[in-house]
């Protein structure tokens, strides 16, 4: 294994309850349970950067834990919040081996994800990959399109490293319009992004397989 996924709606703090039997009275009681993620989250991070192992933190927007969804609500800055949390652990324990994703099915949210976790980034001075998904975009032309609003805007706004197009298929058909928005973005690169990528070196896939 290269790189694992973890969710932070699920991970450790998850939907143990319903969001409307969890109140706070102010942001210090919201906060006091980072205890209990840092608690369960830091051996697998630890663990990780032992064995020099990449890590997505995946926030899905229909999976928020209860204890975001009753602060933040349903919303694009609950995905954020969620998945910052889990970064300050990373960063706590000097990891940084790590890439972000904000799928949702509606594209709309999750273009409203991941702009706003790209401010909350500059803000913060952080420069972490985006992973670009649309979760269960469906099948046939309205799974295509689904994904290629989500991803394909957030291509032209200059956001994203890696991108899939999950579809209800056999995989092997998601190839197709996933490798079509990668050249359509490609063609919008300037000068100095061209430079810039191809500094990076070449994947190579070492594993006995």
């Known amino acids: 294994v290269e790189k694992i996924r973890i969710n932070p709606g699920n991970f450790a703090d998850g939907r143990k ?11 210090e009681d919201f906060l006091k349970p980072r205890d209990d ?10 663990k990780c950067k032992e064995l020099n192992r990449a890590m997505r933190i995946g926030t899905n927007h229909g ?3 209860a204890r975001i969804l009753s602060f933040y609500g349903d919303s694009p800055r609950g995905m954020v919040e969620s998945a910052l949390e ?8 000097d990891y940084h081996n790590f890439v ?22 500059y803000r913060l ?21 689904k994904s290629a609003i989500g991803i394909g805007t957030l291509l032209g706004d200059g956001l994203g490293d ?4 999950s579809l209800t298929e056999d995989p092997e058909f998601e190839y197709g319009p996933c490798n079509r928005l990668a050249e359509l973005a490609g063609n919008e690169l300037g ?4 430079t810039r990528q191809a500094a990076v070196p070449a994947f190579v896939d070492g594993r006995d397989v």
């Open 86 to 93: 889990f970064a300050d652990v990373c960063r706590m324990l």
């Open 125 to 145: 001075g952080w420069d972490y990959p985006l992973h670009l998904g649309v979760t269960e975009a469906g099948e046939g032309e309205d799974g295509r399109m």
């Open 162 to 165: 890696t991108i899939r197009v």
């Open 100 to 121: 972000f994703s904000m799928k949702a099915s509606n594209p709309v949210v999750m273009i409203q994800g991941y702009r706003l976790l790209a401010a909350e980034m």
């Open 37 to 46: 993620i840092v608690e369960a989250f830091a051996p697998l991070v630890l």
């Open 63 to 65: 999976s928020l834990a």
């Open 191 to 194: 000068a100095d992004a061209r």
């Open 17 to 27: 309850q319903d969001e409307d039997e969890v109140s706070f009275d102010s942001e």
